[in-house]
């Protein structure tokens, strides 16, 4: 494993982090998911033995089920060795006060994933989406009082308009409170459009890109083809976020071509190719992985030693035009 630090800190993470969404006990929020805490704990410990020190989570993950199989896995080891990272916004529970990013909130839900985590300190606590109804002070002091209190120790934020980070670093500055370390974006192949949104802000401002969704929900795997009929929703919802319509666009089958061209002629997979450049890019600290299986964990983790030339990124990247647009930020992961 190779490792990485978190740009401005001084905190080091391996350059693969394990995303966490696929676990759970009983498959009951979320049919994609293992459902199984033994198959997630086998998954956990084998990247834990494979060099992962970074794992990323989020307090809706099957309803707290993902925080409390990363907890047991980490049980009996040493907590120091680990960068643990969990979320909040999302709807915890169908009454009022049950989301978003008040204080009131975040106090509650930082309480809640560190016992479901069985942890005293979460190393890097992210605000899930942009609330638009709570004041950004109010959530930036609220994060901040976690950190002064040694319940949190870094801060991130995911998938929102540039403008909207940028206004939340300044008001850290302005207020002297914490600023946000790293942001989660959707990034691959396919999926660019950051390049015109939050990605020049985060490399003007030094913050640390941690890629969620890097495979395109599996698209640049190659487990699709064209004009074959992909069951209903990538990931078996029928409000599938990823979307079918990846599916549906010639430039994004151009890419995979390309994938599939470069993988052939490297010997390696497309996904050690899909993963490989996106660990190129100098401002990716790590993409996030979420693997279903020990054959999938050890393949996506051999793609740090893939290296591709200028002219194969060249390769990859010209069949797409990266833009962007609000509708993107439905997403949610």
């Avoid at 003007?204 to 190659?222: E, H, K, R």
């Avoid at 993988?263 to 190719?273: L, M, W």
Wanted: aromatic letters at 8%.
């Amino acid at each position: 494993m190779q490792y990485t630090r978190l740009r401005k800190t001084g905190v080091e993470v391996s350059k693969i982090c394990l995303g966490c969404m696929n676990f759970s006990k009983r498959g009951e929020w979320q049919k994609w998911t293992l459902a199984s805490e033994e198959k997630s704990l086998e998954i956990i410990d084998e990247a834990i033995d494979l060099g992962i020190n970074f794992l990323d989570t989020a307090n809706v993950y099957s309803k707290g089920e993902s925080e409390e199989i990363v907890g047991k896995a980490l049980e009996e080891r040493d907590r120091a060795n680990f960068v643990v990272a969990t979320k909040v916004f999302g709807q915890m529970r169908d009454k009022p006060n049950g989301q978003g990013l008040s204080r009131k909130h975040i106090l509650w839900q930082a309480e809640e994933s560190l016992e479901r985590l069985n942890t005293d300190y979460i190393d890097i606590y992210y605000i899930h989406r942009w609330d638009d109804n709570t004041p950004i002070e109010e959530t930036l002091s609220a994060l901040n009082h976690l950190i002064e209190t040694g319940k949190v120790r870094y801060i991130g934020a995911s998938t929102m308009a540039s403008w909207k980070f940028m206004k939340a670093l300044y008001t850290s500055d302005l207020n002297d409170y914490e600023r946000f370390v790293c942001m989660q974006p959707e990034y691959n192949l396919i999926d660019r459009h950051e390049e015109e949104n939050i990605l020049p802000v985060c490399e003007d401002q030094d913050i640390g890109v941690v890629p969620w969704s890097p495979l395109a929900g599996g698209f640049l795997t190659g487990k699709y083809e064209r004009g074959k009929e992909a069951e209903k929703g990538l990931r078996g919802s029928e409000d599938d976020y990823f979307g079918l319509e990846r599916l549906d666009k010639e430039e994004n089958w151009r890419v995979l071509d390309e994938v599939r061209a470069i993988s052939e002629e490297k010997g390696v997979t497309p996904a050690q190719v899909s993963l490989a450049w996106l660990l190129e890019k100098d401002f990716v600290v790590a993409p996030i992985i979420g693997p279903k299986s020990l054959d999938h964990l050890e393949e996506n983790i051999s793609s740090i030693e893939v290296s591709l030339s200028q002219d194969e990124i060249d390769r990859l990247e010209a069949p797409k035009t990266p833009t962007w647009s609000r509708k993107k930020h439905r997403h949610s992961t």
